[in-house]
């Protein structure tokens, strides 16, 4: 069998990237010998993990010594392909799941106070990542990105060529997510959130809530009648922030903060619509599932994802970032049309499941390889 190593800094099964590695490698079992070289990892079957230390004392001095102890531990492994899921400089495939850093601070630019912009040119962390990712991007033999958006991006800010770049879309566990399990799970999940069949549920998943725009769904729920709506709110973020920023808004109470589930696809069954009015995300693994589970999605022209979706079919695409007024009416039309979007969106989400993405990319290891 080939021996395959794949490259993940923390492979601890909290977030969408490491929950699709995951579900990735076992569709690799018994195919090839896989290694995994992490910092932090959840024990998987069939895979042998290989210790990266790094010094955890910042984020800059943490990126840099994964990078450093990552190749020199590579050299010890006979592998036939090294496929890194980080910004590392010693892979022969990188799957830039995370897109360009440089555009994600272009963004930010944008966004954030002039103060705030002016220290991107000192942190250290940010000229660490934009050097390891410009390394990435022209010394690996050939580059993943999970969507076109993200591709024409590497080919824009750095000039890779296009034949050095394989789009591969991000697949989705069909089975898990599924519209069946609005029967098997809905009904139990609101009761036990103590939410009432007539209420309306929207549902947002996504750690880091600034990135992922949580602030500006708020604001567009708030403008709704907060409380015929619950939303609620799964991932890993500043909680206390936007607590704060709910109740200033008067939806304190229309608002559930659960924290990271490894139960999301129940979460799904109990809600109505999916919303994630993300800043940058390369291409959001939660949008994919929730339209898997037959919901409607609202989600923004920085989604990789929403190369899915047609406007106005599966869900909407907002143009406008931090438009929360148009966020608010696109809601209000898709909890109208909810039921028939939702049929679109199980249809599209099934034209990409898991087993597609992991037979893509076992074909780009292939053919990588026979080159």
Not at 116 to 124: A, I, M, V
């Amino acid at each position: 069998m080939m021996k395959l190593v794949f490259i993940k800094k923390n492979f601890l099964l909290y977030g969408g990237a490491e929950n699709y590695m995951k579900t990735l490698l076992d569709r690799f079992r018994g195919k090839a010998g896989i290694h995994i070289l992490a910092g932090q990892w959840t024990e998987t079957p069939d895979a042998t993990f290989h210790k990266i230390n790094l010094l955890n004392l910042n984020s800059f001095l943490s990126t840099i010594t994964f990078n450093l102890n990552v190749c020199r531990e590579i050299k010890k492994i006979k592998a036939d392909c090294v496929i890194s899921f980080e910004r590392t400089t010693c892979q022969d495939i990188y799957r830039a799941g995370e897109g360009c850093h440089i555009e994600w601070l272009s963004l930010r630019r944008m966004l954030d106070p002039w103060w705030k912009r002016y220290t991107f040119r000192l942190n250290p962390l940010h000229i660490a990542l934009l050097k390891l990712e410009k390394k990435a991007f022209h010394n690996t033999k050939l580059i993943i990105a999970n969507s076109n958006m993200v591709k024409s991006q590497i080919i824009s800010h750095y000039a890779v060529p296009e034949e050095k770049i394989s789009v591969i879309y991000n697949g989705v566990d069909t089975k898990r997510f599924s519209p069946v399990n609005t029967k098997t799970y809905g009904a139990q999940a609101r009761k036990e959130l103590a939410i009432s069949e007539k209420t309306k549920v929207i549902l947002f998943v996504g750690s880091g809530f600034e990135r992922k725009g949580l602030g500006t769904l708020i604001r567009a729920v708030s403008l709704m009648k907060p409380e015929q709506l619950k939303l609620l709110v799964i991932g890993r973020g500043n909680i206390k922030k936007f607590k704060s920023a709910a109740k200033k808004y008067g939806i304190g109470d229309s608002i559930l903060f659960l924290g990271s589930r490894r139960d999301v696809e129940k979460l799904y069954a109990a809600a109505d619509l999916f919303v994630l009015p993300t800043i940058y995300d390369p291409f959001s693994n939660a949008t994919l599932e929730a339209m898997a589970s037959g919901l409607p999605v609202i989600t923004t022209k920085n989604n990789g994802a929403a190369e899915l979706i047609k406007d106005g079919e599966e869900g909407f695409i907002l143009k406008d970032l931090t438009d929360y007024n148009d966020l608010a009416e696109k809601i209000g039309i898709t909890l109208f049309s909810q039921e028939s979007m939702g049929d679109k969106a199980r249809l599209t989400a099934e034209k990409y499941p898991i087993e597609k993405a992991a037979a893509e990319l076992m074909q780009v290891i292939i053919s990588l390889l026979y080159l």
